[in-house]
């Protein structure tokens, strides 16, 4: 359920604000316990905010960052969601954040409920590794297989993923919907009117009772 919009000009000032109220959401975690776990996606959307965030001065050492989903490829590839992470967020004073990868660790199930969860939205559709077609769709969008890292396939998706399940991400203490672009503006608002889930699994999400704040610009 999307709760509150944040409209921007420009990238930039989108990235600028994502970055800060993420920050502040961050040092509110380790405020109140000592430790906060980010959850980010993939894909291409997110590098600006990835490096403005880098550059904020929270205590990373206390930080846990993880992704919502994962392509079952090397870190060596161009398409992982891992090296990306590592080459535009682990940067500047997030360097001393604790990267948790997907990818070969069991222990990764363990870093939910997140703080603070980022999603991006396929102009298919999709959000997290939910797309249309997905072998294991209905796994990834509740809570029967058991596990929370669900591993799909799917038409659209380039290769086999790791995705958290839409149960684990919808418990994250702070949700938001990151998109760019007209485009995109358009497949948010098809999703957001009537028609079945498994067309625009990102309707899942928009449907369920976790408060979302999209954050848009052109
Ligand atoms: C992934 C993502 C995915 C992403 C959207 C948007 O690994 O593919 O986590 O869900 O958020 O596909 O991707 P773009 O930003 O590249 O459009």
Not at 120 to 143: Q, V, Y
Not at 145 to 171: D, K, W, Y
Not at 190 to 200: I, N, T, V
């Amino acid at each position: 359920m999307i709760e509150a919009e944040r409209i921007f000009e420009a990238r930039e000032a989108l990235a600028e604000t994502l970055a800060r109220d993420v920050a502040d959401e961050l040092e509110r975690a380790i405020e109140a316990k000592g430790k906060a776990t980010l959850a980010v996606s993939g894909g291409t959307t997110p590098k600006l905010f990835f490096e403005k965030l880098s550059a904020t001065g929270i205590p990373w050492s206390r930080v846990s960052v993880t992704l919502i989903d994962e392509r079952q490829v090397p870190e060596t590839s161009e398409r992982s969601n891992a090296r990306l992470v590592r080459r535009h967020l682990l940067q500047n004073k997030a360097a001393a954040a604790t990267f948790i990868p997907l990818l070969d660790n069991p222990q990764a199930e363990k870093s939910v409920p997140f703080d603070v969860a980022i999603l991006g939205m396929g102009s298919d559709g999709h959000t997290a590794s939910f797309f249309p077609g997905g072998d294991r769709l209905k796994d990834a969008l509740d809570d029967s297989a058991g596990t929370r890292l669900i591993a799909i396939t799917a038409p659209g998706a380039g290769e086999p993923r790791l995705t958290f399940n839409l149960p684990a991400i919808a418990q994250a203490g702070r949700l938001a919907l990151h998109i760019e672009g007209e485009e995109k503006r358009k497949v948010l608002q098809k999703a957001l009117s009537d028609g079945p889930a498994e067309e625009m699994p990102v309707r899942a999400l928009l449907r369920s009772a976790a408060p979302l704040t999209l954050y848009w610009a052109p």
